[in-house]
């Protein structure tokens, strides 16, 4: 089993750190993992993006340009990678603030609208969490407690505190998620 | 109704107040909000338009997060490595000599790597104009100790908080430029408030008034601020700016012309 | 002791392994895409613990300069940079190959020349392998591919340097220095206590005054050193090649690649299989020296030999002096910042296929 992901959106919205814990999630269930993310001149906001693999074999390629899953957060993310994904692969998307829908047909598009659900749980900072939990349905291929375990060594001590709410975040991704 | 007669009203050309500076390009400035580069930049523009010296400017950028100067400023410009933009502004100077040639430079660039250039141009008295903005950090790279850096401040390379006894106290290259017979004007200013632009402004102008003059080194600092890398708001970095940085970096002139010397400036020698 | 599991940067890789290595010192100054191992080090403050020494310089002239102080007192020492800064110190490392001293330079590559783009290339090979400073001189240059490799080198470059009195470079690239993967980090060492003999550690009664330097006045003497220097280079050429395969027993068609390159090439050569194109890899793990013995009898089997780096074309030079004619050696790769795609490797030797 090999998954090729990107995830982009805008930086500072917790693109790369979505990947982390997908990443450290993949270490938990003894898979192997690599992370790659774009960067760049510090702070000037802009877009972010990073590839995550997560494989049961030895990585190749850390950097792809073709995905099975591709995990969009804002407009210019959606127009700059609704073409990389693989015919067949799935697209997931949150439908805040974009204009224009995805389109192709030979992919399937699930729509996870995070943000407006993160606002209502009084929480917008879990936002990717839940994004996490709805890719998790679409593609379980780790466990969720993995995910926690994930959590726990991507977090620092001090945010510990703060998993529960993650946990809820994640959970409530699964259940929001639709597909288009 | 009301509304529109408003804005029409506010818009028509008699009305203007404040416009883009004609030296300004239009492209969007790449720094964070609230970044002392920002106004500077707006300064520097300003001054070349009054003084008509679009034509007879030649700049040159550092390495920081200023690095980009050129795409914001409608004049010629040289990209200089990492530290090296006195040595060619040096060159620059002696073989256009009647041009107006300045330098502007972060901490690091000034200050780290470039320590030897900036000293050995102010030791030969240059006539340029070096423009050194202090925020005692590295921006561009992601928030690093710069030489500039407060002892017990926290950067990415000192996040215990810098210990003078392991890595150096803050240099002030400014009262170190002060102390060569090669400078002629060295001062420390900053643009956080109104006030304070105005008078960067002045002592800026100055600066290209003396260039004229052909007595050597001009040298402005510039205390400036780094929100994103200080971890502030910019209202927040600016009151950290005023609480810790200006102690240490008191504002004010550090080299005067003598008195004869500057009343010279009202006749400057005709430059073209 | 076992081996530690952790997710981490290639940067980060790097300075964790020279800590558990038994580093003395680092001296860096930062530039992206590689700040963190400074800041890594900083952080970790391995001083209260191992007393590894760890400071920013004021440029990278100065740090190579420091390293080059530590090295000659006998001490395992590092610098690391990005290429505008490995090219500053290049005065440094050809004076420390001229006082044949033991040192580790990490250079994580983006793309040039001048300022160039923060984003990963493989452009620094000619200054890498060929030299980079003036005068008759080689370092010892190996090519991670991955942050395990980040780690592991670190160790092995430190025992390549002593064993031939001889810099060693570590040439990585932005995309290996900022991605995470698992890394299996070895137990901590201790810091050695044993003084080579040349080092100048203050002279005792017991042995002559050691000198450390790479002036010599007289040609003749000169030229002898440069002769000295030549067996050691032979003799490393001999001893120290590795390279690493990928289905290359059947293959027709060969990759040469190594790095961030190298990995995108693994891919490659399973893209091509899927397409029934008997492609392999080689991946040069040391370019110097290179596995040239090698690449000229793999040629032996192949319709055409591909050299794949991120480059206008560099290692592609070492690669035809190695097949020497047998068979066609082209180049390919993306530069200034691009990371070359697998697919776009099939297409390219689809091409050449087709077009030969
Ligand atoms: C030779 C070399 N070394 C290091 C760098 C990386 N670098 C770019 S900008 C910079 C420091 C910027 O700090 P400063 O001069 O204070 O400017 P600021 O961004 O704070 O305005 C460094 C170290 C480089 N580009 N070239
Ligand atoms: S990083 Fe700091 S110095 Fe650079 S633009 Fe942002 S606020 Fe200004
Ligand atoms: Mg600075």
């Known amino acids: 089993m090999t998954e090729e992901i990107i995830i982009a959106g805008f930086g500072g919205q917790g693109v790369l750190s979505m990947g982390k814990i997908m990443a450290y999630s993949g270490v938990m269930q003894d898979m192997e993992v690599s992370w790659m993310p774009s960067y760049g001149p510090e702070m000037r906001g802009g877009t972010a993006n990073v590839i995550v693999i997560i494989s049961s074999d030895r990585i190749s390629s850390p950097i792809v340009r073709n995905f099975d899953t591709a995990i969009i957060l804002n407009q210019q993310s959606l127009d700059k990678f609704e073409n990389s994904v693989k015919p067949g692969g799935i697209l997931i998307y949150d439908g805040n603030g974009i204009t224009r829908h995805p389109e192709r047909k030979d992919i399937t598009v699930y729509r996870v609208d995070a943000v407006e659900e993160a606002g209502r749980m009084n929480s917008p900072k879990t936002f990717n969490m839940i994004v996490l939990g709805g890719f998790l349905k679409i593609k379980p291929i780790i466990k969720l407690e993995n995910v926690i375990k994930g959590l726990k060594k991507s977090l620092p001590e001090r945010y510990h505190n703060l998993i529960p709410m993650n946990e809820k975040a994640l959970e409530r991704g699964l259940e929001i998620i639709r597909k288009v | 109704m009301a509304e529109a007669t408003g804005i029409k009203e506010i818009i028509k050309p008699e009305n203007l107040v404040y416009k883009k500076t004609k030296i300004m390009t239009d492209n969007v400035l790449s720094y964070c909000p609230g970044c002392g580069h920002g106004t500077t930049h707006r300064i520097l523009a300003e001054i070349i338009d009054e003084e008509g010296l679009q034509s007879q400017t030649i700049g040159i950028c550092p390495v920081g997060c200023s690095v980009l100067l050129y795409n914001f400023l409608d004049i010629d410009w040289q990209e200089a490595a990492h530290g090296r933009a006195p040595a060619l502004a040096t060159a620059v100077k002696r073989l256009l000599p009647d041009r107006f040639v300045f330098t502007y430079q972060g901490d690091g660039d000034l200050a780290a790597i470039g320590t030897a250039e900036t000293i050995h141009a102010c030791n030969r008295g240059e006539n340029i104009l070096i423009i050194f903005i202090n925020n005692g950090i590295y921006g561009m790279t992601g928030g690093q100790m710069a030489p500039t850096t407060l002892p017990g401040m926290k950067s990415s390379t000192s996040p215990y ?37 105005r008078k960067t402004k002045k002592a800026m102008k100055k600066a290209v008034q003396y260039q004229k003059l052909n007595k050597g080194t001009c040298f402005v600092e510039i205390v400036s601020n780094c929100p994103s890398n200080w971890k502030m708001t910019p209202v927040e970095s600016n009151k950290w700016m005023e609480e810790n940085m200006l102690p240490y970096y008191p504002l004010g002139d550090l080299k005067v012309p003598a008195e004869e010397t500057t009343q010279k400036t009202i006749n400057p020698e005709k430059n073209d | 002791m076992e081996k530690e599991l952790r997710l981490m940067k290639g940067n980060e890789a790097v300075a964790e392994a020279a800590i558990r290595a038994g580093a003395d010192g680092y001296f860096g100054y930062p530039i992206t895409p590689q700040s963190e191992i400074l800041e890594y080090l900083m952080q970790a403050n391995p001083y209260t613990t191992t007393g590894m020494v760890v400071l920013q310089a004021e440029s990278e002239v100065a740090a190579i300069n420091m390293v080059y102080g530590g090295a000659a007192c006998g001490k395992k020492v590092m610098t690391s940079s990005s290429s505008p800064g490995i090219s500053l110190k290049q005065e440094g490392i050809t004076y420390i190959a001229g006082a044949e001293l033991p040192c580790l330079i990490v250079n994580v590559v983006r793309g040039g020349p001048g300022l160039g783009t923060i984003q990963p290339a493989q452009s620094d090979y000619f200054q890498a392998v060929k030299g980079g400073g003036h005068g008759d001189y080689h370092l010892i240059v190996l090519a991670p591919a991955s942050v395990q490799e980040m780690a592991d080198f670190v160790d092995l470059s430190f025992e390549l340097a002593f064993k031939y009195r001889n810099p060693v470079m570590m040439l990585s690239d932005g995309a290996i220095g900022q991605m995470m993967e698992k890394v299996w980090l070895s137990p901590q060492k201790e810091r050695s206590k044993t003084v080579p003999e040349w080092a100048t550690t203050g002279k005792p009664t017991t042995r002559e005054r050691n000198i450390i330097t790479s002036l010599d006045l007289d040609p003749n003497a000169q030229e002898s050193f440069n002769k000295k220097l030549i067996d050691k280079y032979n003799e490393i050429r001999e001893k120290e090649v590795r390279f690493e395969e990928f289905q290359c027993e059947d293959a027709e068609y060969l990759f040469v690649a190594y790095g961030t390159s190298a990995r995108v090439c693994q891919k490659a050569v399973q893209l091509c299989r ?83």
């Open chain 2, 161 to 197: 908080g810098r210990d003078v006894k392991l890595m150096g106290n803050p240099l002030k290259m400014t009262d170190i430029v002060a102390t060569l017979p090669g400078t002629y004007y060295v001062t420390r200013q900053s643009v956080h408030t109104p006030a304070n632009v």
């Open chain 3, 274 to 356: 899927a397409a029934g194109i008997k492609a392999g890899l080689i991946r040069p793990i040391t370019l110097f020296p290179f596995p040239s013995k090698r690449i000229n009898e793999l040629a032996d089997k192949m319709k055409l030999i591909l050299s794949v780096e991120m480059s206008a074309g560099q290692m592609v030079e070492d690669v035809m002096l190695s097949v020497n004619g047998k068979v066609p050696v082209y180049h390919f790769g993306r530069m200034g910042g691009i990371v070359t795609a697998p697919d776009e490797v099939v297409e390219f030797l689809k091409s050449k296929i087709i077009g030969g």
